[in-house]
Structures are given as C-alpha cells and as structure tokens.
C-alpha cells in the first residue's frame, strides 16, 4: 500500500486505546431526548453574540428564529422545540463569561415554524440562492470551531475556489460523531458537499477520513458515484490530522500561507457534519437546531446521540447510564482541543458540540510541571513549526514580544506540545496566553 | 461534584522524564558491564561513589535551597555514572565524587538544575578534574584482563610523544580491549546502548551521525585512518551520550546537524594537530556555549512562511 497523505509533525494520542474510539464507533445514533426546559445561549458561534428577538412570556415554534445575528461574523439562532419563552437573562457559559441565555419550556408538541419549508433542489438553486440558505439555517462549523459557514461561503472577488474540501478525519480521540454521520447518512454528506461546489464555483470535492474508519471510507465513497468531481481520500490517522492546513496540504499538497485563509490557495474547507446539516436544511428547510453529540468516556453507556441544542450536558450524561466511577473533568469537545467545563447543569449543548467527555482519574491529566529539559519533543511535534518551549519561556515570563518574534501567533492550539511534553508543561496553554496578549499589545499600538 | 477545569489538552503521554533518564540508564549499562569486565571490580566502586555523589550534593542543594527535590527524576544518577565513564579506572576513589559534586552543584544547580545547565555537567565535572589533577587523570592501567595489550590509550599511542607501544588491532579497538576512561573503551558496548536510545526515541541520529561522519571525513582527509579514531577514545560515548545532552545541544533539526558537524571538526582537529591525544570532551565543551546562539541562528521555518531571500 502506498504511503497514505499526512502532514508533518503531529501526535498519536491514546494510540493503544484505539485512539479512545471503541467506546463508541459502533453505537448507531439515537435520538437524544428532548428535556422539558432548554437553555440555549446566544453565543454558540465565534464571533458577535445574537441578540435575542423573544422575550419572556412568547410563544414560539419549533425553527423559529430567537436570535438574530449581530453583524457579518454571526449566524443566527431557531428554536430548537415548540413551547413558551421562560427567560431571557445572562447566564454563565462554558467560556466563563456571561452570555444572554434563551431559556424555553418545552410544550413537546414540535410544531414547525409555518415559514419553514424545502427550499427546492440543489440543482435548481442559484449560488446565491444557496448562500443565502446558509446563512438562514444558522449553519456554523460543526467540527468545533464555530465559525460562520456563510463568511467562508463569501471568499474575496479576487479569489478563486477550485477545490472545497470535507473534513472527515475526526482526528480528536474519543470522538466519534462524525464517523457515524458518514456511516448513517453518507449521501446526506455528500450532497452537501455538492452543494458547497455549486455554490463556490468549484471543479472539485474532496472528502478526506482517516484511516482508521474505513467502513465510513467505504460508503462515502459509494455515496460519491453518482457525482462528478466528487471524491474521498485516505488519509493518516494522526493528530491533528483534522486541523484546516494541515488537511488542505494532506489532500492537495498546498501549503496555506502563515497568517493566511485557506482560499489564498484556492481551497475552503468544511466539516461533514455542516454540509450534512447544509443538505437537509436545502430539503427540508430546517435549521441548524440538533446535532450528533458523542458522549464518550467514564460514563456507562458511551452513545452517540442527536440532540437539541439546549439541552443540559447533565442530561446528556444521564441518557448514557450516568457517569462510571467518579468524574474529575468534563469536556466539551475532544480531549485535545476541548474546553473543560465546571457545571455540567448549566452547560448545554451548543452547535459545535462534537462530544460531552468524562475524565476519571485514570484518564484526565492532573500531573504538576516540572522543569523543561529542553528535549525538543515539543518541536518536534508542532504540525505548524513552532518552538513551544522558547515561546513557552517567555511567555511565562510576559516577554510577549518575543512570543511575537518567535511566531506565537501561528499557532493553532492544537495542544500536541503539551501532549508530548515529558516534563507535563502546560506549552499550548502558555501559547494561548501570549496570543490574546500580543492581539491587546497590536491593539494597543493602533 | 468536584470538577477540575484546566486548559486543553486533557490528556498527557506516559513518557515522563523519569522514563527518559531509566532509558539512559538501561543504555548505559552495557558499557559498564564491560568496564567491570575489563579493568576489575575498581571501575564498579569508581561509578558507585560518583553516582552516590552526585545524587546526595544534587539533594542537599535542593533542600539547603528550599526548593523541591527532584532526584527522583534520575538525572543525578545518570550525571554521576557519566562522570565516573570519564575518568581513568585508576584514580583515587575519592576523585569522582568530586568530580560529580562538581557538574551537579556548579555546573547544573548553580545554573538553575536539569534543563538549565549551559554545558554538560559530566564533561564539566571531567574538565574540573583534568584541571586539578591532570597526571592522575592521564595515568592509564594495564587492563585486568590477559588480552589487553597496553595501559597507553591507543589515542596517546597515535600522537607518538610520551606514550610508546603498539597500536592495538581495529578488533580490538572496536570491543574494548584497550586502555582508556571507564566507560569509553567498548565502542560495540556503547553503539548497543546507543541502538536503544535510538529505538526508543530518546535521541536522534543527526547529532551522533554528523558528529562522527565529520571525525571519518577529516581524519581521512588529514591522512589517517579513520577506523582508529572512531573505535579509540570517548567519541562514541561522547557522540551518543555526552552531545545529545538535552540542555546543553541545540533543539532545532538544523542546528543539530550544525552542533554535530561543529564537534566533529573540533575533535579532529585537536586530535591530529592539537596538544592533546584526545578532543571528544572539550570539543562538546566548546559547543555547548555556542548552541544557544545556532538555536537562534537556525529558527526552523514556521509552516506557510514564505522563504525570505538572504
């Protein structure tokens, strides 16, 4: 066999484990159940928070629009049930800040908002048409970034789209959401990235799995026949095999320029889980209100589970038999890239949560740091170049500059430096650190 | 419920560097199972009393200090039986635990401890030796076995001067059936250990390979042969186990290669034409205080950036 595309440098995290996998690659998706009250907040995109078009006291129904996005990096927000608006007040979210929070009380009745309907069939939509669908269905990237689908849908004039491509890698351990989308629903995916081509102007499709789910391999690539231009690749099972560049160059061979967007090379890129969403928002009309959650780990009956956004982690975790053993972190997310959360009550699944994650002892690292031994292991791994413990070095001691110098702003969080770091230094979250204060500093200077 | 809530990643290698320096160690050991085997139960007692060294000046600094003890990581351990590879098997006994107090209290914790020390704290302890007692560092013994040919190190032989005999066979060379330090004679001892390193990702070829590739190309070009200067002296304990010292060597790719390239220029060089039969130690010595400036020199190229025209 050839050798498969990658990238350079990278982690196998969890590799004896199967990469975390088996606790739940072969559970079929199941419907979540829906709670009877659902906080949905209105920051689950990055960018400008929605402003909230209901107040207490309002009936809605179920798709109807609640928040309404503020400003060109924004997507909306729908309501995810039919019932009656509790509340409308600033709750504490899972980024620590106080977000106005929709609170809504469940009449279980479902009824669709009267003015959803299909809007027809890719082939008879023009490129705005479909944009615009975009941006009505709320569509941000499922994958975990949360980025405005219709913003990378709007590439610059003088720019040109040759090759859009899904991200199938999944490359997060433990997460297996995507995996049973492209099992379960491949044509979906794959009409969504037909869509995407249409609308980009693209000659192109391309999407990319990781070698370690084969079977979704395999009915993608069936799902693909039908469509011209459209296609799968294997790719590496690697971390972060799934980060934007790093799958762009696996695919294609090119390189995104540093500081630069995909596009600059002709290319955008996508999660399946959005162009899923995209396809059936295409047919159906409906928004990007549910989406397939992995709750995985130190629970009883890791699941994969289509839920509405809103719902509560806690009751998440309780659908999958509750937590085994005791619980010492929860992640939103993949243990790589995934934010710990601190009150799974209040924390409610949002568009971009590919995973609910429980962390027992064993699993969650609580090692302390000790002192580099300047191994270079970090380096070596950075899938972007970097020296995480130069900038590591400095950061802690607040030379931003040289972070600066040193390209902090390049990084991409992936988190392998802090993975392979024998002494347990926290390289990425000192990273992170310097980033947000080399923006201030730049902000400061204007 | 208790939840800890910390920045990404949640999930950590087992690889600590407790595990790194237990892998050192295990690589060690076969040369010193030959040193034991070659020059007697002296060169066994010689590694005790250095490592004990070591480990207990590393342990009272740190308390003295009030700062957390770290000989747990191992690191002392392996300083120490580095120190005692780098002396002859006939010095006092009292020599190498000076030699590790040496590279541990001002050569490592005077500088910060592990990861901050500026040169190799063995290499350091065995210059501080050579300084202060250079005839007993240079007086070699008749090995303890039969076979051994000579106490001269075939390195001394090589330069002519005080040191007369017959140079031994490359075999010989090649196991360690020679004169010289405790740890070094064996070159198939040391390359075993160094095949482990290896394996286990512990080090990487490009400092060992440039380093020695440099020694082969110039001895042969100042017209001598190589195999004798590759097999004889501390390169090979050197190459793979003195340079690739983690705080003290550049972390770049590139700058490996340069470090590498660097060592073995100045190991040729004072080998064939300088005043000493031997370069390795202060070749690495002289290295180390340049690597932070090829660490700035060789800042490896950030993905997507476009190469600048020099």
């Given at each position: 066999?050839?050798?498969?595309?990658?990238?350079?440098?990278?982690?196998?995290?969890?590799?004896?484990?199967?990469?975390?996998?088996?606790?739940?690659?072969?559970?079929?998706?199941?419907?979540?159940?829906?709670?009877?009250?659902?906080?949905?907040?209105?920051?689950?995109?990055?960018?400008?928070?929605?402003?909230?078009?209901?107040?207490?006291?309002?009936?809605?129904?179920?798709?109807?629009?609640?928040?309404?996005?503020?400003?060109?990096?924004?997507?909306?927000?729908?309501?995810?049930?039919?019932?009656?608006?509790?509340?409308?007040?600033?709750?504490?979210?899972?980024?620590?800040?106080?977000?106005?929070?929709?609170?809504?009380?469940?009449?279980?009745?479902?009824?669709?908002?009267?003015?959803?309907?299909?809007?027809?069939?890719?082939?008879?939509?023009?490129?705005?048409?479909?944009?615009?669908?975009s941006l009505k269905a709320g569509l941000v990237g499922m994958g975990g970034a949360t980025?405005?689908?219709?913003?990378?849908?709007?590439?610059?004039?003088?720019?040109?789209?040759?090759?859009?491509?899904?991200?199938?890698?999944?490359?997060?351990?433990?997460?297996?959401?995507?995996?049973?989308?492209?099992?379960?629903?491949?044509?979906?995916?794959?009409?969504?990235?037909?869509?995407?081509?249409?609308?980009?102007?693209?000659?192109?499709?391309?999407?990319?799995?990781?070698?370690?789910?084969?079977?979704?391999?395999?009915?993608?690539?069936?799902?693909?026949?039908?469509?011209?231009?459209?296609?799968?690749?294997?790719?590496?099972?690697?971390?972060?095999?799934?980060?934007?560049?790093?799958?762009?160059?696996?695919?294609?061979?090119?390189?995104?320029?540093?500081?630069?967007?995909?596009?600059a090379v002709g290319i955008v890129v996508s999660n399946v889980g959005t162009a899923a969403?995209?396809?059936?928002?295409?047919?159906?009309?409906?928004?990007?209100?549910?989406?397939?959650?992995?709750?995985?780990?130190?629970?009883?009956?890791?699941?994969?589970?289509?839920?509405?956004?809103?719902?509560?982690?806690?009751?998440?975790?309780?659908?999958?038999?509750?937590?085994?053993?005791?619980?010492?972190?929860?992640?939103?997310?993949?243990?790589?890239?995934?934010?710990?959360?601190?009150?799974?009550?209040?924390?409610?699944?949002?568009?971009?949560?590919?995973?609910?994650?429980?962390?027992?002892?064993?699993?969650?690292?609580?090692?302390?740091?000790?002192?580099?031994?300047?191994?270079?292991?970090?380096?070596?791994?950075?899938?972007?170049?970097?020296?995480?413990?130069?900038?590591?070095?400095?950061?802690?001691?607040?030379?931003?500059?040289?972070?600066?110098?040193?390209?902090?702003?390049?990084?991409?969080?992936?988190?392998?430096?802090?993975?392979?770091?024998?002494?347990?230094?926290?390289?990425?979250?000192?990273?992170?650190?310097?980033?947000?204060?080399?923006?201030?500093?730049?902000?400061?200077?204007? | 419920?208790?939840?800890?809530?910390?920045?990404?990643?949640?999930?950590?290698?087992?690889?600590?560097?407790?595990?790194?320096?237990?892998?050192?160690?295990?690589?060690?050991?076969?040369?010193?199972?030959?040193?034991?085997?070659?020059?007697?139960?002296?060169?066994?007692?010689?590694?005790?009393?250095?490592?004990?060294?070591?480990?207990?000046?590393?342990?009272?600094?740190?308390?003295?200090?009030?700062?957390?003890?770290?000989?747990?990581?191992?690191?002392?351990?392996?300083?120490?039986?580095?120190?005692?590879?780098?002396?002859?098997?006939?010095?006092?006994?009292?020599?190498?635990?000076?030699?590790?107090?040496?590279?541990?209290?001002?050569?490592?914790?005077?500088?910060?401890?592990?990861?901050?020390?500026?040169?190799?704290?063995?290499?350091?302890?065995?210059?501080?030796?050579?300084?202060?007692?250079?005839?007993?560092?240079?007086?070699?013994?008749?090995?303890?076995?039969?076979?051994?040919?000579?106490?001269?190190?075939?390195?001394?032989?090589?330069?002519?001067?005080?040191?007369?005999?017959?140079?031994?066979?490359?075999?010989?060379?090649?196991?360690?059936?020679?004169?010289?330090?405790?740890?070094?004679?064996?070159?198939?001892?040391?390359?075993?250990?160094?095949?482990?390193?290896?394996?286990?990702?512990?080090?990487?070829?490009?400092?060992?390979?440039?380093?020695?590739?440099?020694?082969?190309?110039?001895?042969?070009?100042?017209?001598?042969?190589?195999?004798?200067?590759?097999?004889?002296?501390?390169?090979?304990?050197?190459?793979?186990?003195?340079?690739?010292?983690?705080?003290?060597?550049?972390?770049?790719?590139?700058?490996?290669?340069?470090?590498?390239?660097?060592?073995?220029?100045?190991?040729?060089?004072?080998?064939?034409?300088?005043?000493?039969?031997?370069?390795?130690?202060?070749?690495?010595?002289?290295?180390?205080?340049?690597?932070?400036?090829?660490?700035?020199?060789?800042?490896?190229?950030?993905?997507?950036?476009?190469?600048?025209?020099?």
């Open positions: 066999m050839a050798l498969l595309h990658t990238f350079k440098g990278g982690v196998h995290p969890l590799q004896k484990i199967h990469e975390g996998k088996r606790y739940s690659e072969h559970v079929a998706i199941k419907a979540a159940k829906v709670p009877s009250v659902l906080m949905v907040p209105m920051s689950q995109h990055i960018g400008a928070p929605c402003k909230p078009v209901v107040k207490k006291g309002d009936t809605v129904k179920m798709y109807q629009l609640i928040g309404e996005a503020a400003g060109f990096v924004s997507a909306p927000i729908h309501s995810p049930v039919s019932g009656k608006i509790k509340d409308v007040k600033k709750m504490m979210h899972m980024s620590g800040k106080e977000v106005e929070t929709i609170i809504i009380e469940n009449d279980f009745k479902d009824e669709i908002d009267e003015n959803v309907k299909p809007y027809g069939t890719i082939d008879d939509l023009t490129p705005e048409q479909l944009k615009d669908i980025f405005p689908t219709h913003v990378k849908l709007s590439p610059p004039k003088d720019t040109h789209c040759d090759t859009v491509i899904l991200n199938g890698a999944e490359c997060e351990p433990f997460l297996t959401a995507d995996h049973r989308l492209m099992l379960e629903m491949p044509e979906l995916v794959v009409k969504g990235l037909y869509a995407f081509k249409k609308l980009l102007g693209a000659e192109r499709g391309i999407i990319g799995i990781e070698q370690n789910k084969m079977d979704a391999y395999e009915v993608i690539k069936k799902a693909c026949e039908p469509y011209d231009g459209i296609g799968v690749e294997l790719i590496k099972t690697k971390y972060p095999q799934g980060a934007e560049k790093q799958l762009i160059e696996a695919l294609t061979g090119r390189q995104v320029p540093s500081g630069g967007l995909p596009i969403t995209f396809a059936q928002a295409i047919e159906t009309g409906k928004p990007l209100v549910e989406r397939i959650v992995t709750v995985t780990g130190a629970v009883n009956e890791p699941s994969n589970l289509l839920a509405r956004v809103g719902t509560t982690f806690q009751d998440m975790i309780d659908q999958c038999g509750g937590f085994k053993g005791e619980p010492v972190k929860i992640i939103s997310g993949g243990p790589m890239m995934g934010m710990s959360i601190f009150d799974p009550e209040i924390t409610t699944v949002g568009k971009g949560t590919s995973g609910i994650l429980v962390l027992d002892k064993q699993l969650a690292n609580t090692e302390k740091e000790t002192a580099c031994i300047r191994c270079g292991r970090c380096a070596t791994v950075c899938p972007v170049g970097l020296l995480p413990l130069t900038i590591n070095a400095f950061s802690i001691k607040g030379m931003y500059d040289k972070c600066d110098e040193y390209k902090a702003m390049d990084c991409i969080e992936c988190g392998s430096c802090s993975f392979i770091c024998p002494a347990k230094r926290n390289l990425a979250q000192s990273i992170r650190v310097a980033k947000k204060q080399i923006l201030q500093i730049r902000k400061n200077k204007k | 419920m208790n939840l800890i809530s910390t920045s990404s990643p949640h999930v950590r290698t087992n690889e600590s560097v407790k595990v790194i320096m237990m892998d050192v160690l295990i690589a060690l050991m076969p040369a010193l199972i030959w040193a034991v085997y070659i020059f007697g139960i002296n060169a066994l007692l010689i590694t005790v009393v250095s490592v004990l060294s070591a480990v207990i000046c590393e342990t009272a600094v740190e308390a003295f200090m009030k700062k957390p003890i770290t000989t747990g990581d191992l690191s002392a351990v392996v300083t120490g039986i580095l120190v005692a590879f780098n002396v002859s098997p006939a010095v006092p006994i009292w020599m190498p635990a000076i030699g590790s107090a040496f590279a541990i209290l001002i050569v490592k914790q005077l500088f910060g401890g592990i990861g901050q020390n500026f040169m190799n704290p063995a290499l350091g302890g065995r210059a501080f030796l050579l300084a202060s007692w250079p005839v007993a560092m240079t007086t070699w013994v008749t090995t303890g076995t039969a076979s051994a040919v000579s106490g001269a190190t075939p390195l001394a032989i090589m330069k002519g001067g005080e040191a007369v005999g017959q140079l031994p066979s490359v075999w010989n060379m090649f196991i360690g059936n020679i004169g010289g330090c405790i740890g070094e004679v064996s070159a198939l001892a040391l390359l075993i250990g160094a095949a482990y390193l290896l394996y286990r990702g512990v080090i990487t070829w490009r400092i060992p390979v440039s380093f020695i590739g440099t020694v082969v190309v110039l001895t042969l070009a100042f017209g001598q042969n190589p195999l004798n200067h590759i097999f004889a002296g501390g390169l090979m304990l050197g190459a793979f186990f003195m340079a690739t010292d983690y705080s003290s060597s550049p972390i770049t790719a590139k700058g490996q290669i340069i470090f590498g390239i660097g060592c073995g220029l100045l190991t040729a060089v004072i080998r064939v034409f300088g005043g000493y039969p031997e370069g390795v130690s202060y070749s690495i010595l002289l290295m180390n205080v340049a690597a932070p400036l090829i660490d700035k020199f060789t800042k490896p190229r950030v993905y997507g950036e476009v190469a600048k025209s020099v």
